[in-house]
């Protein structure tokens, strides 16, 4: 290389001193000249590029540091007992394996490279800080990111004005509530919503109860119409519409009374 440009110097240089002991022409003259200027700055030009480029390439490959993060925010404040999913990811290089600590109870990681997520269900109420770190390679080797701190507060489900109302309706030791809106009485069997209005029975269907005591109250039945009942009087049921009274057979198959007027069985569908 070193030849070369040796070699392109003198030609230009033995061409300027023919130039100037012959009697050229003087745009021609100027024209060689340059010429001359271009080339130089041309061959200049291609030198330098590889060494540019290569400059860049470098930068690009070190300085940018690796990181954990996730394209979705999370609340500030969860609620016990709700599901839960928190998808994450690395950004710079495509980690090759995640270390996921301090993972509450209910809540787990999938352990998926290509779709790393938290899911599960939120546990108790309590602060909690889920540390999550991608490395270069699989099984934890290789680089690794700084930590990313997942924090978690966790609070308990506050008791709707449904729940609190309900507890005035069947108030009494022979109701429980036995999880999701549903509740299990010793005397009236299983119902969901317990806060009066349409309730929905296990075996009867819908039904919409008027009244608040359990000891005696009105309910409306779409087939049977008004019925009347109470803890000390059902299964017997008071029907308005005919002014008798009805005995309650029925179970989650099917419904079924006996008519003491008429000493015969009804078995209307479920409302």
Do not use: C
Not at 67 to 89: I, K, L, M
Not at 109 to 114: F, M, P, Q
Not at 234 to 251: E, I, M, R, V
């Amino acid at each position: 290389m070193q030849l070369k440009r040796k070699f392109r110097s003198l030609s230009w240089l033995s061409v300027l001193l023919l130039l100037q002991r012959s009697p050229a022409i003087p745009w021609a003259k100027n024209i060689i000249l340059s010429f001359g200027s271009v080339a130089e700055k041309v061959w200049s030009w291609k030198m330098l590029l590889p060494v540019s480029a290569y400059a860049g390439s470098w930068h690009a490959l070190s300085g940018a540091s690796p990181y954990v993060t996730s394209g979705q925010e999370v609340p500030s404040t969860v609620t016990a007992g709700d599901s839960f999913s928190f998808s994450f990811y690395s950004e710079v290089y495509s980690a090759g394996s995640y270390s996921v600590e301090n993972l509450p109870d209910g809540l787990s990681y999938n352990n998926d490279i290509s779709g790393p997520k938290i899911t599960g269900t939120l546990p108790v109420a309590g602060t909690y800080t889920i540390n999550i770190t991608g490395y270069r390679h699989p099984e934890l080797s290789g680089n690794k990111t700084p930590v990313y701190s997942l924090k978690l507060i966790v609070v308990e489900a506050e008791k709707s004005e449904q729940t609190e109302s309900t507890s005035s309706l069947w108030s009494d030791s022979n109701t429980i509530s036995i999880g999701n809106g549903w509740y299990r009485s010793s005397w009236f069997g299983d119902f969901f919503g317990n806060s009066g209005g349409w309730t929905y029975h296990l075996d009867h269907g819908w039904l919409y109860l008027n009244g608040n005591e359990e000891i005696g109250f009105w309910f409306y039945d779409e087939t049977l119409g008004w019925l009347y009942t109470g803890k000390n009087l059902f299964p017997k049921l008071y029907q308005n519409s005919n002014a008798t009274w009805l005995y309650d057979q029925s179970d989650t198959t099917s419904r079924k009374f006996w008519d003491y007027s008429s000493e015969s069985y009804l078995t209307p569908v479920k409302n």
